[in-house]
């Protein structure tokens, strides 16, 4: 019923910026978080940042001052703002939804995107 799809990946060199998108569709009644997560070969998952619907943002310390998260509640949209972007950050990124509330639900479910390429060239 509920489907993530992000955006805005692609290949960049280090300093440079980028924009990444993940809009939610079907019928959601609210979604708690919405955030990013990266995974680059070899390592685990990991927090990038997270905004509560009221807009309340968090983010992973490797990311402070460079990334910024941000919302649109209306359009159940996600934005990940990447500037002075590193080599380190190469990673396949995912959007993730948290306590979201559709029609009929028996609880609170969770949802994550397929990914986007993010590669960041020396």
């Known amino acids: 019923q509920v489907q993530l799809v992000e955006s805005g990946g692609g290949l960049v060199q280090a300093g440079s910026s980028l924009r990444l998108s993940c809009a939610a569709s079907g019928t959601i009644f609210t979604i708690q978080a919405m955030g990013w997560y990266r995974q680059a070969p070899g390592k685990q998952r990991e927090l990038v940042a997270t905004?509560?619907?009221?807009?309340?943002?968090n983010y992973a310390d490797s990311v402070k001052g460079r990334f910024t998260i941000s919302r649109d509640n209306a359009k159940n949209t996600v934005y990940l703002q990447m500037n002075r972007l590193k080599p380190e950050d190469t990673a396949v990124y995912y959007c993730?939804?948290?306590?979201?509330?559709?029609?009929?639900?028996?609880?609170?479910?969770?949802?994550w995107g397929q990914g986007t390429q993010v590669t960041v060239s020396s």
């Open positions: 993730n939804a948290d306590r979201v509330m559709v029609p009929l639900a028996a609880g609170w479910y969770n949802y």
């Open positions: 905004i509560t619907s009221g807009g309340s943002a």
